[in-house]
């Protein structure tokens, strides 16, 4: 079973790195980072032993509680040892939204700019409008403002290669804010890193896997998934492998259907009858997945609520911004729990990652946290979810600015 495995896997990287307390703004049923370790470890003797002798009935509830457990207790880092960086002044940074009509797109970009203008650069944001056109002309607007770097923020390389091709021919350094180069050769200076025993693939999987994790727990292992499969990024088709992967090695369910949405089908709202349309026709499904919370809060969330199918779903999304993680507070408001994770603590980390590659420095691992969060676990008093550490000021301090 997965459970066993991937328990093993986050045992074993607790132990070596993450530390995952409450987050710093709210409450959380975490015991600290020894805790979470010896919880880890513990569990995983435990699945170890029951592989060997056989399962009953009881057992495999356990493993369910466990499965719920670790997603809340989740995974990143305590950024220690950040080597000092001193960041080559008087630089302009572009940061290409993937749309600033979205929180998801909107609060990384914003992030971003602070963090370039806190290192002493000048700072932009180029909106990206949610479709590959608009990247594109948001990249090359950053050429023609004579950028020195480009942050693309949840874009990958390839939507949009001739602009990020011309980018680099006009000597601009790439650095990736949450997407990949998955440019053929690639393009950028360096992708955003995250922990060292993760590939950025299996980055993405693992918010697929919390997510059914928690969908498995919070079901007894009884999931039946409509699953919202975003096409336009990479990164959309990972989370959903993610999910489906965990949510068979497990043996908690299965996913009934699979709908494919696209970023033009978020911009012009037309995804909403899309998804809504796929949960009325599954009376038995009970789990409702979704890589963006900005789908949610954008109304989908209103379209589940106004379908009578609130009560049927337990609806889990990816995020942790604000506004979704008030509908979650709501309660019976469309959106029950999503994956959390810091992604202004990630935006830093993408000048931070600049920092070093313009000083001809290798990029250091960031490391932000994610965890589930729903109305009982992880839930910031106020505010998006901002992980577990003082992010800023250990940024601050490794660049040597106040």
Known sequence: MIITRKLGAVAAFAAAAFVMTACSSGDSDDGGATAAAEEAAETTETSDAMESEGTDDGAMESDYSEALQMAFDGIGSTLDDLEPVTAESGLSLYVVSCGEQVPGCAVPAAAVKEAAETAGWSSTIADGKLNPEGFATAIRQAVAGGADIIVPIGIGCAVAQAAFQEAVDAGITVIGGGGVDDCDPKLWGSERLWLEDYTPIEQWEAFGAMQAAYATGATDGDVKAVVLNFTTQVWGQWITDGFTKELEELGGGEVVEVVDISD???????????????????????????????????????????????????????????????????????????????????????????????????????????????????????????????????????????
Not at 364 to 384: C, F, K, R, T, W
């Open 264 to 402: 033009p089908e978020t911009a012009d709202g037309s995804y909403i009858q899309k998804a809504t349309t796929a949960l009325l026709n599954h009376p038995d499904a009970n789990v409702l997945i979704a890589p963006v919370d900005g789908w949610f809060t954008n109304g989908l969330s209103a379209a589940i609520v106004q379908a009578g199918v609130d009560d049927q779903y337990t609806v889990i999304g990816r995020g942790g911004d604000e506004p979704a993680l008030a509908l979650i507070k709501q309660g019976d408001a469309g959106l029950d729990a999503t994956v959390g994770f810091a992604v202004q603590w990630g935006a830093w980390g993408s000048v931070d990652t600049a920092a070093r590659i313009l000083a001809g420095m290798e990029p250091v691992y960031i490391g932000e946290s994610i965890q589930v969060i729903d109305a009982d676990h992880n839930m910031p008093s106020e505010g998006l979810y901002t992980g577990s550490v003082d992010y800023q000021a250990l940024f601050k301090e490794a660049w040597g600015v106040s």
